[in-house]
Nanobody
Framework: QVQLVESGGGLVQAGGSLRLSCVASGGTFSSYAMAWFRQAPGKERVRVAA????????YYLDSVKGRFTISRDNAKNTVFLQMNSLKPEDTAVYYC???????????????WGQGTQVTVSS
């Protein structure tokens, strides 16, 4: 089964940018759809962005459309989340996930990273 490791989180001021990376190992990366979820304290884990395994289809949470961009580099077994114009409400732990399709629900994803904290100050 694929293992995932995220990096790139941190503390940033509102309006700033961060780029999250998630490196996969132990599986065939190109056979997985990839997604980024986030979970704020006391709230459920929600899908922020997802990309189909052939990269033809992407999905975004409405509140991040136009600000976040998901991309993948199959040669490097890596998925990215470029986050621009960050807002305090984007503060959360961000997780990457791998699954057979770009499902909306976290239930259907097979592998998860350990999470990386993103904190946006006002």
């Amino acid at each position: 089964q694929v293992q995932l490791v995220e990096s790139g989180g941190g503390l940033v001021q509102a309006g700033g940018s961060l780029r999250l990376s998630c490196v996969a190992s132990g599986g065939t990366f190109s056979s997985y759809a990839m997604a980024w979820f986030r979970q704020a304290p006391g709230k459920e884990r929600v899908r922020v962005a997802a990309m189909s395994l052939n990269s033809n289809t992407v999905y975004y949470l409405d509140s991040v459309k136009g600000r976040f961009t998901i991309s993948r580099d199959n040669a490097k077994n890596t998925v990215f989340l470029q986050m621009n114009s960050l807002k305090p409400e984007d503060t959360a732990v961000y997780y990457c996930a791998a699954g057979p399709a770009a499902y909306y629900s976290a239930t259907y994803y097979e592998a998860w990273g350990q999470g990386t904290q993103v904190t946006v100050s006002s």
